[in-house]
T-cell receptor, first 116, second 114 residues
Framework: DAGVIQSPRHEVTEMGQEVTLRCKPI?????LFWYRQTMMRGLELLIY????????DSGMPEDRFSAKMPNASFSTLKIQPSEPRDSAVYFC??????????????FGPGTRLTVL | AQTVTQSQPEMSVQEAETVTLSCTYD???????LFWYKQPPSRQMILVIR??????QNATENRFSVNFQKAAKSFSLKISDSQLGDAAMYFC???????????FGKGTLLTVNP
């Protein structure tokens, strides 16, 4: 079975450019998460979708960041304009939630973003 | 707010030996789940083991086992017969109650010496 798919795996861009990261969750999962990992701050939750609806975007750093989930099999995280401090590894994860049951989140391979 | 603390930034173990990684957490919830994730140099986050708080029995997955002390809010990971492939960053994580956010510790970097 395919796991969580992220693209691109690596992205190098210049400051001010728009960056779009893509994620395909595991089929049948109804919850999707975007995380950012840096040495300084560790793993941070950016945004959480449940049944394609954004539930909590309080972790999104600022208005330059936006995320969408147009359907159950696709999500994007966009940074516009990008800045050097956005350089990090961005993970997408998915899980299936029912009620208060918590199952492990399955992570994609991550996108390493470098903003010059 | 829930917090997860991993007090060992780095650990090392000899191949074939046993090592224990520590994790403590703080919560007021009674229903929660705890996880250990492994992140090798490939940076892929891999679930190692999962423990439900309502279960008294410690979870075990092959060479990996946990010591779950609910009263002490402690959740340590024991790796037996360590292998070179176990070398990675290990993250302890918590999710609980009606919440959905995984709260991660800062991680422990495990080195396995041949």
């Amino acid at each position: 079975d395919a796991g969580v798919i992220q693209s691109p795996r690596h992205e190098v861009t210049e400051m001010g450019q728009e960056v779009t990261l893509r994620c395909k969750p595991i089929s049948g999962h109804n919850s999707l998460f975007w995380y950012r990992q840096t040495m300084m701050r560790g793993l941070e939750l950016l945004i959480y979708f449940n049944n394609n609806v954004p539930i909590d975007d309080s972790g999104m750093p600022e208005d330059r960041f936006s995320a969408k989930m147009p359907n159950a099999s696709f999500s994007t995280l966009k940074i516009q304009p990008s800045e050097p401090r956005d350089s990090a590894v961005y993970f997408c994860a998915s899980t299936h939630r029912t009620g208060t049951s918590h199952y492990e989140q399955f992570f994609g391979p991550g996108t390493r973003l470098t903003v010059l | 707010a829930q917090t997860v603390t991993q007090s060992q930034p780095e650990m090392s173990v000899q191949e074939a030996e046993t090592v224990t990684l520590s994790c403590t957490y703080d919560t007021s919830e009674s229903d929660y789940y705890l996880f250990w994730y492994k992140q090798p140099p490939s940076r892929q986050m891999i679930l190692v083991i999962r423990q439900e708080a309502y279960k008294q029995q410690n979870a075990t997955e092959n060479r990996f086992s946990v010591n779950f002390q609910k009263a002490a809010k402690s959740f340590s990971l024991k790796i037996s017969d360590s292998q070179l492939g176990d070398a990675a960053m290990y993250f302890c994580a918590y999710v609980g109650g009606s919440n959905y956010k995984l709260t991660f510790g800062k991680g422990t970097l495990l080195t396995v010496n041949p």
